[in-house]
Every structure is written in structure tokens, then in C-alpha cells.
Nanobody
Framework: QVQLIESGGGLVQAGDSLSLSCRAT????????MAWFRQAPGKERECVAT????????YYGDSVKGRFAISRDNAKNTLYLQMNSLKPEDTAVYYC?????????????????WGQGTQVTVSS
């Protein structure tokens, strides 16, 4: 069983930056595909970014390309999301997710473990 603990959400203004962290309680963190998803009120949960086990492959959703950066530190069992140039439309609950398979994917259904979510609110 893997527990994912997110931190770093909050209320910021448009144009500001915010950093999210997700700590995993597992000794096998380096074996996990990791991702950040987000869900705004009334909308489907969407994949923001995903990263392969060693960080060599990364995918970003079109809406965040060039503004967000996903990274991981396998020695610290931690996943990060650096969010720059935030927009009001980035307002959502952000979730950390882990997938035990070997293939990087943006499919919500593929992820086996989820964090509790952290709220990010961007005011205009």
C-alpha cells in the first residue's frame, strides 16, 4: 500500500508562482510512474503532468505547457510540481497519483494510488 501526502496548495494572485509537493510512503518510489491531476468544480479530473520512473520522460497537458514543471527526487520519495504564471483557470484541487505499471500514461483509470488533494486558488 502506498500513501501519497500532498502539500503546498493555497491562494495566490494571477501571475504568481506556487510549488506543490507529494511525499510517498513507500520504499519503491523509484518503481512508480507519478503524475499530477487536477479537478475544477463541475469538470472532469484531468492530467496536468506525468513523469517516468527515473524522470527521463515527461508529459504536460496543453493548458500548462511552458508554465508548469514536474520533477521527482527518488532519494526523498517526493514528487514536485512547480507552477508559474498562474491563471484563474488553474484553480482546482490538485491530486498526486502513482501507477505501478511501467508505461507512462495520462489515463486516470491507470493510476493505482491517489493523494487526498490540495486546493489551489488563483484570483484575478
Amino acid at each position: 500500500q502506498v500513501q501519497l501526502i500532498e502539500s503546498g496548495g493555497g491562494l495566490v494572485q494571477a501571475g504568481d508562482s506556487l510549488s506543490l509537493s507529494c511525499r510517498a510512503t513507500t520504499r519503491s518510489f523509484s518503481n512508480l510512474i507519478m503524475a499530477w491531476f487536477r479537478q475544477a468544480p463541475g469538470k472532469e479530473r484531468e492530467c496536468v503532468a506525468t513523469i517516468s520512473r527515473l524522470g527521463s520522460r515527461i508529459y504536460y497537458g496543453d493548458s500548462v505547457k511552458g508554465r508548469f514543471a514536474i520533477s521527482r527526487d527518488n532519494a526523498k520519495n517526493t514528487l514536485y510540481l512547480q507552477m508559474n504564471s498562474l491563471k484563474p483557470e488553474d484553480t482546482a484541487v490538485y491530486y498526486c497519483a502513482a501507477d505501478v505499471s511501467a508505461t507512462i500514461t495520462t489515463s486516470r483509470a491507470a493510476y493505482d494510488y491517489w493523494g487526498q488533494g490540495t486546493q489551489v486558488t488563483v484570483s484575478s
